[in-house]
């Protein structure tokens, strides 16, 4: 499989929609905590601006069931470098609250 682009959350696409140890490259597009909503706006049928919009994107991050369950996913994952980087990222952010 070569050339395919997915949209969504690159962990949930990673776990089920690609085979392990099969990716190259993974792009990520900002922006990166913005801690705002996006959203796609419509226009009338004349071209004029409408009230009509729906969320495209959601860009605000808190620590919440997933980013846990993800964090305990990379520690038990035998990756121990990946493990160590993470602890540190974690304890770093602990530390500037």
């Given at each position: 499989?070569?050339n395919h682009l997915?949209y969504g959350?690159?962990?949930a696409v990673?776990?089920?929609?690609i085979?392990?140890e099969?990716v190259?490259?993974i792009?990520?597009?900002?922006p990166?905590?913005?801690?705002?909503?996006?959203?796609?706006?419509?226009?009338g049928?004349?071209g004029?601006?409408?009230?009509?919009?729906i969320?495209a994107?959601?860009d605000?991050?808190?620590?919440?069931d997933?980013a846990?369950?993800?964090?305990?996913e990379?520690l038990r994952s035998?990756?121990?470098?990946a493990?160590e980087?993470?602890?540190?990222?974690?304890?770093?952010f602990?530390?500037t609250?």
């Amino acid at each position: 499989m070569a050339n395919h682009l997915y949209y969504g959350d690159n962990l949930a696409v990673l776990r089920d929609s690609i085979a392990d140890e099969s990716v190259d490259l993974i792009y990520v597009d900002p922006p990166f905590n913005s801690n705002a909503s996006y959203n796609v706006l419509f226009k009338g049928p004349s071209g004029n601006s409408s009230a009509a919009q729906i969320e495209a994107f959601d860009d605000t991050w808190s620590w919440g069931d997933e980013a846990e369950a993800a964090f305990g996913e990379v520690l038990r994952s035998g990756n121990v470098a990946a493990a160590e980087m993470q602890r540190a990222m974690s304890q770093a952010f602990v530390e500037t609250l």
